[in-house]
């Protein structure tokens, strides 16, 4: 049995699709750039796959928003998952840092591999304005001293033993 | 429009900018500032544009020419309230205001410039 679509369907269902393709790559879009609260003052940002103009865009409005809306100075900018930094990116990095800094946070890098430092480095790009470290542990180090904050280990106990929740008594 | 308040905090001047701003409010606030920095001891200008919706080159300019007559002062001027989206737009424009520090709160700002003139003057207090 034949089954024709008659041209208004046809239409219909390509509304329908793209619709669902836009609201499909809204949704991606969200899911690629997340701002997380990793702790009172600090936001930290994983970046995953590539940074056009678009996914700046979008990352620079949901970051500073998160900024002034929870007041965090320090913000932590993973591009760990970034797997080619080049001219383009480092300018889109730049301009996230500058605009951070208008509003008086400061904005950390980490995830920088030395191959991509060395990249860089011979791109000849202005990064002395940009802090750097290897790592989120070492961010994180970082941020905390920034904000006059010290980890410290327990005295004494090795610590909660695993299950403790540490809120009760 | 018209005249933008500042008022004294100590050793702080606080400056709110107005939305609308003309030649005329800039040249007025760059004067008031010139006669209050000069009357009494000023360790820094807090500058408050949270108000504006937007910043053209003209403010931009404004702003620097603050931050510059406050510098040769020896004081220190902290921008407080730029909007992300006039962040974003400033960045994009390539006015990025280099020389201007900015805090996200005005307390913020009042303890940066504490903090600003407690370094110059070899003082240390505990906890930063």
């Known amino acids: 049995m034949t089954n024709r679509e008659t041209p208004e369907s046809i239409v219909s269902n390509l509304d329908e699709r793209s619709l669902l393709i836009k609201q499909q790559r809204q949704t991606i879009s969200e899911l690629e750039t997340p701002v997380i609260q990793v702790w009172d003052g600090i936001l930290a940002a994983p970046i995953v796959g590539g940074l056009d103009t678009a996914r700046a865009q979008q990352l620079n ?11 965090s100075e320090i913000v932590i900018l993973d591009i760990t998952g970034v797997p ?45 304005g940009v802090t750097t470290r290897a790592t989120m542990a070492r961010g ?7 904000l006059g904050l ?20 | ?37 000069d009357r009494s001891d000023i360790n820094g200008v807090l500058l408050d544009v949270s108000v504006l919706s937007m910043v053209d080159s003209f403010l931009a300019r404004m702003i620097n020419d603050i931050a510059s007559l406050v510098k040769l002062m020896g004081a220190h001027t902290v921008l407080v309230g730029i909007q992300p989206a006039v962040a974003i737009t400033l960045v994009e424009l390539g ?22 003139s407690a370094a110059e003057n070899g003082q240390r207090r505990d906890g930063h």
């Open chain 1, 140 to 146: 994180l180090q970082l941020a905390f001293a920034r």
């Open chain 1, 84 to 128: 080619v930094v080049d001219t383009s990116v480092a300018k889109h990095l730049l301009e996230t840092v500058t605009a951070a800094r208008l509003l008086g946070a400061e904005v950390l890098i980490v995830g920088l591999s030395p191959r991509t430092a060395l990249t860089l480095v011979h791109l000849g790009l202005d990064l002395s």
């Open chain 2, 1 to 37: 429009m018209g005249a933008v308040p500042i008022i004294r905090l100590g050793t702080t001047l606080i400056a709110t900018v107005q939305e609308d701003m003309r030649d005329g409010d800039a040249l007025a606030l760059q004067n008031d500032l010139v006669v209050l920095l």
């Open chain 1, 61 to 71: 409005e949901s970051l500073l928003e998160r900024v002034v809306a929870s007041g």
């Open chain 2, 95 to 116: 006015m990025e205001l280099r020389g201007v520090r900015t805090a996200l709160t005005p307390e913020r700002g009042l303890a940066l410039i504490q903090r600003l």
């Open chain 1, 150 to 169: 010290e980890v410290v280990r327990r005295n004494g106990l090795a610590g909660l033993p695993p299950g403790a929740d540490g809120l009760s008594v």
